[in-house]
Nanobody, 128 residues
Framework: QVQLAESGGESVQSGGSLKLSCTFT????????LGWFRQAPGKEREMVAQ???????NYADSVKGRFTISQRYTERTLYLQMNSVKPEDTAMYYC??????????????????????WGQGTQVTVSS
């Protein structure tokens, strides 16, 4: 059974930085996809960033150039470095996983993903 647990959410001033972590336990295949999502009150959940087992990353347009997704597989940890944060980044942030095995398509393994595993979320609040 795969389990994910986020941490690192906090209140931060606009323009500041913070780093979210997501530790995962359980078996995952050698071809997988991990992602960060967020949901603000009254809004739908949206993908923020995703990264596959090869390290290929994709970002939502709203965070490109400001956020960086990374992973340390040996430490079973996924990260989201958030720089130059804005009030509109305020949301509950979730990590998710498709443990694979995934097929390589469109330049990576995250082309066709079934997000079967989710963490409980960590709150990020950005004040202006």
């Amino acid at each position: 059974q795969v389990q994910l647990a986020e941490s690192g959410g906090e209140s931060v001033q606009s323009g500041g930085s913070l780093k979210l972590s997501c530790t995962f336990t359980g078996y995952i295949y050698s071809s997988y996809c991990l992602g960060w999502f967020r949901q603000a009150p009254g809004k739908e959940r949206e993908m923020v960033a995703q990264i596959d087992s090869d390290g290929t990353a994709n970002y939502a347009d709203s965070v490109k150039g400001r956020f960086t997704i990374s992973q340390r597989y040996t430490e079973r940890t996924l990260y989201l470095q958030m720089n130059s944060v804005k009030p509109e980044d305020t949301a509950m942030y979730y990590c998710a996983a498709d443990i694979g095995p995934l097929s390589y398509s469109n330049g990576g393994y995250c082309g066709k993903v079934d997000w079967g595993y989710w963490g409980q979320g960590t709150q990020v609040t950005v004040s202006s």
